[in-house]
T-cell receptor, first 113, second 112 residues
Framework: GAVVSQHPSRVICKSGTSVKIECRSL??????MFWYRQFPKQSLMLMAT?????????EQGVEKDKFLINHASLTLSTLTVTSAHPEDSSFYIC?????????FGAGTRLSVL | RKEVEQDPGPFNVPEGATVAFNCTYS??????FFWYRQDCRKEPKLLMS???SGNEDGRFTAQLNRASQYISLLIRDSKLSDSATYLC?????????????FGKGTKLSVIP
């Protein structure tokens, strides 16, 4: 299957700092990427759909000014968690769409102290 | 009614057992269907797509019943390595659209 790389895999930061997560499709071009969040023992929750060359589409309840998404090329989308707080600690996973299938990055575990 | 529903389990089965998971979806216009597996603290990985005629991949068999809006996954001869959470995933968008919707997952533990 297609390969999606997500970096970093683990971040520990202080409250109030911003954290940037990168998601790359390595062997295909993805006009659409997705950002999910997953809390322990919970299901995946879609945060936003990232569209190359246009604004991201955010799900209800997700603050677009807090979770900044940039999809500047067909192989790269970034998620920046601005002014992170302890309640933002979670597992963030990106995926890239190829046809009807989504291929996932390995996820970023964010811990905000 | 939730868009994609699964029995959360857990299913605890001995090695070698056959286990079946079920999933129902609410949108009759759904176009495509998948099973993903997710290991603890890892990302979901595509297990198999589900085709109308049913399909098999080794020990795994997937079935789709469009009339009943029901998808199943059968695992034969369970291995310890099959222990994971199995996610039923549906493209709930109608023709020409895309809305991948994930079930909450069914947890499987295969016991020695």
């Amino acid at each position: 299957g297609a390969v999606v790389s997500q970096h970093p895999s683990r971040v520990i930061c202080k409250s109030g700092t911003s954290v940037k997560i990168e998601c790359r499709s390595l062997d295909f071009q993805a006009t659409t990427m997705f950002w999910y969040r997953q809390f322990p023992k919970q299901s995946l929750m879609l945060m936003a759909t990232s569209n190359e060359g246009s604004k991201a589409t955010y799900e209800q309840g997700v603050e677009k000014d807090k979770f900044l998404i940039n999809h500047a090329s067909l192989t790269l989308s970034t998620l920046t968690v601005t002014s992170a707080h302890p309640e933002d600690s979670s597992f963030y996973i990106c995926s890239a769409r190829q046809g009807d299938i989504q291929y996932f990055g390995a996820g970023t575990r964010l811990s905000v102290l | 009614r939730k868009e994609v529903e699964q029995d959360p389990g857990p299913f605890n089965v001995p090695e070698g057992a056959t286990v079946a998971f079920n999933c129902t979806y609410s949108n009759s216009a759904s176009q495509s269907f998948f099973w993903y597996r997710q290991d603890c603290r890892k990302e979901p990985k595509l297990l198999m797509s589900v085709y109308s005629s049913g399909n098999e991949d080794g020990r795994f068999t997937a079935q789709l019943n469009r009339a009943s809006q029901y998808i199943s996954l059968l695992i034969r001869d369970s291995k310890l390595s099959d222990s994971a959470t199995y996610l039923c995933v549906v493209n709930a968008g109608g023709a020409g659209s895309y809305q991948l919707t994930f079930g909450k997952g069914t947890k499987l533990s295969v016991i020695p």
